[in-house]
């Protein structure tokens, strides 16, 4: 159930959660406001006049059937942190209604999602506004003002709009926890350390290519076989060294795993990738004539 609301209307309907259950009936002026009080939460909607700014329609709604909404597939998932905090701050001040949700006209949530679950949760009238033209580049650019979208809320957007690379990174994420994004990226793409803004505007737009992101995989698992003797196996350092290591020919992780089953105290932390690189060749060439030594710290 739902009302529209124009400026200087005099919107009507059956409040269901008041004690009374009577008709809710107000008229307004421009600076008039209407009171909706949830009887089972204490929470109150001041509904306002938000049909200026939304000129093109020049009006507004309230509804109580949340699932005539759902959110854009190519939108953030949802921050329960930030939800947290959002809740906070709505039943600190109740003002659900300063801000109301953008949709379109098939239901879809282009702007507010964390608040339409606020509404849903606590029982409340939820406010939107129908906006087909709105985008998700206007939410992301919104959101910026509020709470900033990070690189994993990119990924997984455009990865839910089926780019191949964004679709495979978010997967090896998902599924190596331990490794960092700027890891990730400089482990699967260029090597260029870091998110630096060229790489973050490239992972923004959708642009950014990750030909490497089977040698992440093989680098995240080399780190998982580790884990049982070196405490700080999803270090940087090392993570690094073993892509270094990876990429000789003849190095054999199973053979450095053995040698590590009885070495593992000589694996102690690192201030670099270089002195993390050089422990692990001379783990890997103990007890090894000098022929069958190998060299990897001159990768």
Known sequence: MYESCRIGCAPERTAPDSPSGKTVRDSYGKDKTIMI?????????????????????????????YDMFHPH???????WKYFKELEKEILRKNDLHKEPIVVWSDGTI??????????????????????????LEDARRRSQLNKQWTSRDHIHSLSSKGIDDY??????????PFITISCALQLA????????????????????????????????????????????????????????????DEYDHQRFIRKLSYQSEKFVRCVTVDETLSLMEKIYNFGESASKRLRITKV
């Not at 700014?53 to 709604?61: L, R, S, T, V």
């Not at 597939?73 to 921050?79: F, S, T, Y």
């Not at 282009?110 to 985008?135: C, E, M, P």
């Open 189 to 248: 793409g260029t090597g260029v350390s870091g998110i630096n803004n060229k790489r973050y505007v490239s992972l923004r737009s959708g642009e950014l290519r990750l030909p490497r992101l089977d040698k992440l995989v093989s680098i995240a698992n080399a780190a998982l076989a580790i884990k049982p003797f070196v405490k700080h196996y999803n270090q940087r350092n090392v993570l690094y060294a073993l892509n270094k290591a990876l990429s000789v």
């Open 167 to 176: 679709q495979k990174l978010e997967k090896v994420l998902a599924e190596f």
């Open 37 to 65: 009080t949830n009887a089972k939460t204490g929470l109150r909607n001041e509904v306002l006049p938000f049909g200026r700014d939304n000129k093109e329609n020049g009006f507004y709604k309230i509804t109580y059937s």
């Open 73 to 79: 597939p190519e939108q953030r998932e949802v921050d």
């Open 110 to 135: 282009i702007d507010g999602q964390h608040r339409w679950i606020f509404a849903k949760k606590h029982n409340v009238g939820l406010f939107y506004i129908i906006d087909d033209s709105f985008t």
